[in-house]
Every structure is written in C-alpha cells, then in structure tokens.
C-alpha cells in the first residue's frame, strides 16, 4: 500500500525532464508567418446579390424537382381522369333520359325528376318550347289518381286507357302554351297574392280537408301532389280565367250593363231576368232557392267570398267565378243578400257564362302551328 504513490511521483519527475523537448520541437515545426505577403482584398470575396441568392435557390431546388414534377402530374392526371368520367356520366344520362322520354314514353320518378333540371322539349307551341316536365306533371297525376283510387292497371288490361291520357295530357299542356301566350299579349298575369286568396276559398268550403294535415293528405293521396304542385294548377287555372274573361267582349259588356241597371235600382229580379244565362232564373228572379253556408261546394269559392262580405240587401260587383264542374267554364257574375241568419246567407244571382276560350286557342294555333316531337 506503501509502494504505490512513490511510482506516481516517478512518473511525474520523468514527465516533467521531457516536457521541454517536446515544446522546442513542436515549435520548431512552426512555420513563421510571412509578413511580406500582402492581406487578402475585398474585391476577391464574393458578393451577395439577388441573382447569386437565384442561383443558389435554383440549385437547392433542383434536387426537389424530381419529386414535385411527379406530383403536379399525378394531380393533372386526376383532374382530367375526374373530368372525363364526370363528362361521360352526363353524356349517359341525357342518353338514357332521351331514350325513356322520346322512345319508351317513362314517366317514373327519376325521369320526372331529371326533367325538372334539364329542360326537355316535347313540343313547339307558337314558336315556344314546351317543357317534358309541364306534360309529366299533367300526366303523373291522371296516372296516381287512376292507380291509387281506381285501382287501373296501367302496364296490362288498362294500357289503351294510358295511351289516351298521354294524348289528353300533351293536348292540355300545349293548349296552356297557347293560353299563356294569350296572356302576354293581354298583359295578363297572376300574382302569388292571388294565388294564395284562390287557395284560402277552397279550404274554407273544405272542400280538401279541415286541417292542415288532413289538407296535405289529400292532395298526396288523390293526386301525388304537395301543396306547392297544387298551387301550380291553381295558377294556371287563374290565369285561363282571367284570359277567357279578357277576350269575351261580349259578355263584359253584358255584365257591365246588368251591374249598371242594379246600381240605378232598378230590380234585382228584372235585371236578372233580361240578363243571366241561369236558365232557372225566369221562374225564380234569380234566387238560389236554398240557404248558402261557407262551406257549400255547389258555388264557386269567389262568389261563397262575396256573399259574406256583403250585408242583407247589398249586391255585388261583377266577380270573376270558377268553375264548379268539370265540364263548366269561367263566368261572370254579380250576387245580391236577402236574408242573413246567423252562419248562412239567402241570396240572388245573375250569371253570365264567358265564351269557351278553345276558339281562340285554335286561332292562334292555325296562326303559329304546333310541332310535336313525339308520337304518342
């Protein structure tokens, strides 16, 4: 134990002899320094400008561009791959639709639905197109109110019957083409006010429901509409009214000269007498005959409207009525209350049926010809 830190301090000693041998030779292979030479110039350090920064980011980019050129191909590649599919799917389906439409004859949902976007012709009705979505819309409900409540078989024993409401609905359509045009050159439209009135008449004769469910039943189960498809018909059953009013000028001037002998007082019966078409109203002076209530569905929703808004012994002005039947058209008529008795009315009528607008439709139609672009 004694022996070991005598060996460490020879070392040291030894050490310490050699030490200035080894720094004379380690100094001795200096070079000195040649003061002489003249320092480095400025002008032989290389400058930093914005065209030596391009070069050095082109080269750090370089060895990127093998990997990023790959990739925007890739991404072009997907984007044409993407459009052409996209492209060919469109072309199929318009390819398919026009075989269902103008070869088959499909009136199911999903052509239904892909002519309410694309706007298929099916006919040219005085230089105007009409639409396969206005003739789909006439038919699909013959079809849903004929299946679902009469219970037809439209693809076997029944298909003679289809074939003629596709004739009945085309010819409808193309006639309210023609209507339509009427109307334009009359200056004649509908408001959605008024279609909104029309359809709080109806519902206040119940005529479709007490409710607003009961209301949306209806229409869905007897005719596969909602409430925005009946206000569509309701529309256009407006503007036919208003148009075959406009070009009776005959019955106008009748109405107007009933009305005018009314407001000198002369009697409610006479006037009716010289002036309704009512064929009853030379026995009974006009009168209904029966107590009138909101709800009744044998007049006309305007005239119900009226009737309620006047007082005992008040007559109207001259009222543009609906239909009642299907086999009715437009009239004009002016109304007079007798009797109030709590909820019903008794009441007089003048009536004045407007001339059948179909002659001037087929005016018009002699004038600008329909083409079909089907063969039903």
């Not at 720094?23 to 290389?46: F, G, N």
């Not at 503007?239 to 000269?257: I, R």
Request: glycine letters at 6%; hydrophobic letters at 40%.
């Amino acid at each position: 134990m004694i022996k070991k830190p005598k060996l460490k301090l020879k070392r040291l000693r030894k050490a310490k002899e050699i030490m200035p041998e080894v720094i004379a030779q380690t100094a001795a292979s200096i070079k000195p320094i040649d003061r002489s030479e003249e320092p480095p110039s400025l002008a032989d350090v290389p400058k930093i400008t914005n065209e030596s920064i391009a070069e050095h980011r082109e080269e750090v980019l370089k060895g990127a561009r093998k990997y990023i050129y790959p990739l925007r191909q890739s991404k072009h590649r997907i984007i044409v791959i993407t459009a052409t599919v996209m492209v060919s799917a469109i072309i199929g389906l318009l390819v398919y639709c026009s075989l269902g439409l103008y070869k088959f004859y499909q009136y199911n949902t999903f052509i239904y639905r892909v002519t309410q976007v694309v706007p298929f012709p099916i006919a040219k009705a005085g230089g105007q197109y009409v639409t396969y979505e206005n003739y789909l819309f006439e038919l699909r409900h013959y079809v849903h109110y004929y299946e679902s409540q009469q219970q037809r078989n439209f693809a076997g024993a029944d298909r003679q019957q289809l074939i003629q409401f596709r004739r009945q609905a085309l010819d409808n359509v193309i006639s309210e083409a023609y209507i339509k045009q009427l109307a334009g050159q009359h200056h004649i439209s509908v408001s959605g006010k008024e279609v909104d009135q029309r359809l709080d008449e109806v519902r206040a004769q119940n005529r479709l429901g007490g409710n607003d469910k009961v209301f949306a039943d209806v229409l869905r189960s007897y005719w596969g509409w909602s409430i925005n498809d009946f206000k569509r018909t309701l529309k256009q059953e407006i503007l036919t009214e208003k148009v075959t009013a406009a070009l009776d000028n005959a019955g106008n001037q009748k109405a107007a000269a009933a009305l005018a002998q009314i407001q000198a007082g002369t009697d409610f019966a006479t006037v009716a007498k010289q002036f309704s078409d009512d064929p009853t109203v030379q026995a009974n002076g006009g009168d209904y005959g029966f107590a009138i209530n909101k709800a009744n569905p044998n007049l006309p929703p305007e005239v119900i409207t009226a009737l309620f808004s006047l007082k005992s012994g008040e007559s109207s002005n001259i009222i543009l009525a609906s239909p009642v039947l299907s086999n009715q058209g437009p009239s004009l008529q002016i109304v007079k209350v007798t009797v109030i008795s709590g909820s019903t009315v008794t009441a007089q009528h003048i009536t004045i049926n407007l001339k059948d607008i179909s002659g001037d439709v087929a005016s018009l139609k002699k004038q600008k010809p329909t083409h079909e672009y089907v063969h039903l």
